[in-house]
C-alpha cells in the first residue's frame, strides 16, 4: 500500500477505499499486490521511467481516462510538462496519431488543472 500512495497520492488511494464493496474488493486488493507491490515497487526502473512507459502504452491502448491519472502521476514523478509531451509525441510514431493526439488533449486538461491549483 507503501508504493500505491507514494505514487498515486493518498486523496486517490482513499478515495478508492471509500468506494470499496464486497464485489470489487478481491480487484482492489489484487491490484495493490501486483500492481504496486510487485512492479511499481522495483528498482531496475525508476518511477521517472515507468510513468513514461505507462503513458506511452496507454496511449496506445486509447485509454484516455487511464492517462488522465497517470498524467499526474508523471508529474508526482517528477516528469515536466515538456517531458509528457514528448512522451506522447514518440508515441504519436508507434500508437498512432489518433491515439496520441487524444492523449495530449487529455493530458492538456490534466496539465492546465494542475497549473491552476497552484
Known amino acids: 500500500m507503501r508504493v500505491r500512495r507514494e505514487v498515486l497520492g493518498d486523496g486517490r488511494v482513499d478515495g478508492s477505499i471509500a468506494r470499496l464493496s464486497h464485489f470489487n474488493r478481491p480487484f482492489f486488493d489484487y491490484l495493490t499486490r501486483s500492481v504496486w507491490g510487485q512492479v511499481w515497487s522495483r528498482e531496475t526502473l525508476d518511477r521517472r521511467v515507468r510513468s513514461c512507459v505507462t503513458l506511452g502504452i496507454l496511449t496506445a491502448l486509447g485509454r484516455e481516462d487511464e492517462i488522465a491519472l ?49
Open 70 to 118: 497517470h498524467t499526474e502521476v508523471a508529474v508526482r514523478n517528477g516528469l515536466t510538462p515538456e517531458e509528457i509531451a514528448e512522451v506522447l509525441l514518440h508515441s504519436a510514431v508507434y500508437a498512432g496519431v489518433p491515439n496520441a493526439r487524444g492523449a495530449m488533449l487529455v493530458a492538456e486538461r490534466v496539465l492546465d488543472g494542475l497549473a491552476a491549483s497552484d
